[in-house]
């Protein structure tokens, strides 16, 4: 038996696969501005060496790297559930790719910090700067230059795993897809066409970023 | 002035500085010599504070840097640091380097910031690398460039730490002629260093480190002419 292409469906719900297509685009930069902010907190926190909180951060981070990224999102819907935390799916995946992220990228900063010398964070002092305006002005630039890339590389891959959305109700570009195809029975012409619209969203990405550094880094 | 006065610091249970006892008087140039691991550099670190000691004092104009409610940020605008290793800031041009501190932590405004750096970039012969990044520049235009980013904080002190060790062979004089400019303008130095041509010609004073304390002080004439003590003789005797 032949298959026959029907486009005619997918076309006519387009402009719902784009929408979808945003939130994906949306929940992934926000868990990425999170992730950000909390993995140079967790870097922050271990190099510290502080032992009380060590093990909490190292926790986090070889949790979020060493497990599928599909039971994080789960623990924040079924296993939250099970205390009565009830999130909504928006905030499931939020959470979920959050974490995740924030794992990822402490290990990076963790790196990125190691790799100015120390030197660099003295002849700050030296001058006169707090420890803040030092870490501000001088150390964080430059990391921020060295897990640039690794960044990048984290947000594509938030986007693509924002698809795992859809096991855990979520409208986003993967589930709102499967919503309508199987409301129209063409699931293979829906899911070509969504495959196409991510590769075009993770193609903008690296394109823009490639911007922002040129933009960025004169150095 | 700096007045230290039976100064201890230990890394852990290794005894670096061993009761050092040293003055440093307005205008003066004091080097700094000894072999390495003499404590030389814990020395300077302790004095702006960079490190904690643990006896003795050192006041700088009559503040104890180490007393517990000494404002450091505030202390260490007065004392200009070189360090050995080169480490101008990668991330901003030279003339970001220089005005940044005078910026944000004296407060002076964008516009006067910049007229400063470029004042002192032009004083150690960098007034043409303004909008160029430390990566572009020699080890020595980068020392030079160090040198320029304390200036311009108008210290009361340069503290100088082996400035021109790590650099090619060719490229030291640069750094010496700009150190040796500042002396002539009576800029108050501590200069820790191997030139012992500048330690002759510019200093008032050589101070000879020998395992965490000063074997022997005195004017250049003495040390490099006439040392009292033996282990000097016997040290000068090697890097020369
Ligand atoms: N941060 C540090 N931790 C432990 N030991 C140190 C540290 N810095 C220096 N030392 C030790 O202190 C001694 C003096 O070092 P330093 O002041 O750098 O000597 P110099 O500058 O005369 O070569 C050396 O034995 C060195 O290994
Ligand atoms: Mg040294």
């Given amino acids: 038996m032949e298959y026959t292409f029907h486009w005619r469906p997918v076309f006519n719900r387009l402009p719902d696969l784009l929408e979808a297509g945003l939130i994906t685009l949306e929940v992934s930069a926000l868990s990425m501005v999170i992730g950000i902010a909390l993995g140079l907190g967790l870097a922050l926190i271990r190099m510290s060496g502080n032992p009380a909180i060590a093990w909490f951060t190292i926790g986090w981070i070889e949790i979020a790297r060493n497990t599928p990224a599909l039971l994080q999102l789960f623990f924040f819907s079924f296993g939250l559930g099970a205390y009565g935390i009830h999130l909504t799916p928006y905030m499931v995946v939020l959470c979920g790719m959050a974490f995740n992220n924030a794992g990822y990228l402490a290990e990076s900063f963790r790196g990125g910090f190691a790799a100015i010398p120390d030197t660099q964070m003295k002849a ?88 922002i550094a040129w933009r960025l880094f004169r150095y | 002035m700096i007045e230290i006065t039976d100064l201890h610091k230990s890394y852990g249970r290794l005894e670096v500085l061993k009761g050092i006892d040293l003055t440093v008087h307005k205008g003066e140039v004091i080097s700094i010599i000894g072999a390495s691991g003499s404590g030389k550099s814990t020395l300077l670190y302790c004095v702006n504070g960079l490190e904690s000691i643990q006896g003795g004092k050192i ?20 004392l200009g640091m070189v360090f050995q290793q080169w480490n101008a800031f990668p991330h901003l041009t030279a003339l970001e380097n220089v005005a940044l501190a005078p910026r944000i932590v004296k407060g002076l405004s964008k516009g006067d910031a910049r007229a400063v750096a470029e004042r002192r970039l032009v004083h150690v012969g960098l007034g043409d690398k303004l909008d160029v990044y430390p990566g572009k520049l020699s080890g020595g235009q980068q020392q030079r460039l160090a040198i320029a980013r304390a200036l311009a904080m108008e210290p009361d002190y340069m503290l100088f730490d082996e400035a021109t060790s790590a650099l090619d062979p060719e490229l030291v004089g640069e750094v010496l002629d700009t150190m040796r400019l500042l002396a002539e303008e ?28 000063v074997e022997e002080i005195g004017p250049p004439e003495q040390i490099f002419g006439a040392p009292h003590s033996e282990k000097t003789r016997r040290f000068l005797a090697k890097v020369r």
């Fill in chain 1, 124 to 211: 700050a002092r030296s001058l006169g700067m707090t420890a803040t305006q030092a870490y501000l002005r001088i150390i964080i630039p430059q990391v921020l230059r060295i897990v640039y890339y690794p960044m990048t590389n984290q947000m594509v891959w938030a986007v693509l795993i924002s698809s795992l959305g859809m096991l855990v109700g979520f409208h986003e570009l993967a589930g709102e897809t499967q919503r309508q195809a199987f409301r129209s029975f063409r699931l293979f012409e829906f899911f070509l066409v969504t495959a196409v619209i991510y590769y075009v969203i993770v193609k903008i990405i690296i394109l823009s970023s490639r911007l």
């Fill in chain 2, 59 to 78: 006041e700088v104009d009559g503040i104890d840097v180490h007393a517990k409610g000494t404002d450091l940020n505030k202390l260490r605008q007065r």
């Fill in chain 2, 186 to 213: 009576g800029m108050t130095m501590m200069v820790v260093t191997h030139e012992m041509g500048f330690a002759r010609d510019v200093s008032d004073k050589v101070a000879y480190f020998d395992e965490g304390r």
